[in-house]
């Protein structure tokens, strides 16, 4: 009877406003090897990005599941399961760039198995730990995404699959940014481990990242030292990056810091047509145009 009851009461949640699950439809295998303002530096970045989403993208997942049962708000149970069902797109998105990748001489296995062995520590966490460490990095994903968006000048020099993939996965990170927070607070409330726990994953994305991105680096380096322009373009746009998002990131230690603060809408909905018009996915043909 209580399963009956708890499928029936699955079955009647409303569905979450704002956050809908899209499957993606691009080809991996177009994307050049230095995709991205065809720099070395901000190809492989955004790459050894990519390599930790597969795993990251599931550990979320996980972190909310623990706690979901303790939340008694139906919208944002509908809002859980938006959150699951775009997190498990973006991870099956990505893993199938990184295989792209993978098959271009480049070695992920190595890497990507030593974060599999961190993800099962993280997994052995309290559930308290692994959710902070969720709304930390949900942080920064809203962050980048945010940035992505802000520059069609910039992804104006990207092939159109890798528009795709980065554009439609920084557009969801906006749209479920709060859901993570939300259940924290729900749950535990607690300011204090949230800030700190930001802190540790602050130290562990950067150096995580910039390890990675090296990696990828050097295992290209006879194709991605010749390109000196593409590479200092990198650095400089890093660099106004950091500079331009640092008030952002700070806000998060704010005492009344809240994800959806920040307004994307315009952006938001300005891609949307754009991923609709210009690039064909259907996903957001269908949205903007419901049959």
């Known amino acids: 009877m209580t399963q009956v009851a708890t499928e029936k009461s699955y079955l009647n949640r409303p569905k979450a406003i704002g956050i ?4 993606l439809q691009f080809n991996p295998k177009a994307i050049r090897r230095h995709y991205f303002a065809n720099s070395p530096v901000m190809s492989h970045m955004l790459t050894a990005l990519s390599s930790t989403f597969p795993i990251g993208e599931q550990f979320f997942v996980h972190s909310v599941r623990n706690v979901r ?8 149970q509908a809002q859980i399961t938006a959150f ?4 498990a797109m973006h991870s ?20 990507q198995a030593w ?4 993800n099962e520590y993280v997994k052995n966490l309290h559930p308290k730990i692994q959710l902070a460490i969720t709304c930390a990095f949900e942080h920064f994903t809203a962050l980048l995404g945010g940035y992505i968006l802000r520059h069609p000048e910039v992804l104006a020099t990207l092939d159109d699959d890798a528009v795709k993939l980065w554009v439609w996965h920084a557009i969801e990170e906006i749209e479920h940014r709060a859901v993570a927070f939300d259940v924290y607070q729900a749950v535990y409330g607690d300011d204090k481990i949230r800030r700190m726990i930001m802190r540790s994953v602050t130290t562990g994305f950067a150096s995580l990242t910039f390890y990675s991105a090296t990696r990828l680096f050097l295992q290209d380096k006879a194709k991605s030292l ?3 322009g593409g590479n200092f373009f990198g650095l400089y746009l890093l660099g106004k990056m950091f500079i331009q998002l640092l008030p952002e990131y700070l806000s998060y230690f ?3 810091f809240h994800p959806s603060e920040i307004d994307y809408t315009k952006m938001v909905n300005y891609w949307k047509e754009r991923l609709a018009g210009d690039y064909q996915l259907e996903s957001f043909e269908h949205e903007l145009k419901p049959v």
Not at 84 to 87: D, S, T, V
Not at 115 to 118: N, S
């Open 92 to 111: 099956k998105a990505h893993a199938e760039f990184n295989d792209a990748w993978r098959s271009d001489d480049y070695h992920l296995d190595r890497f």
């Open 115 to 118: 974060l599999a062995r961190k």
């Open 84 to 87: 699951i069902g775009q997190e």
């Open 20 to 23: 809908t699950v899209r499957k």
């Open 254 to 256: 704010k005492a009344d």
């Open 69 to 76: 049962d303790k939340v008694q708000d139906e919208k944002l």
């Open 226 to 228: 010749p390109k000196v």
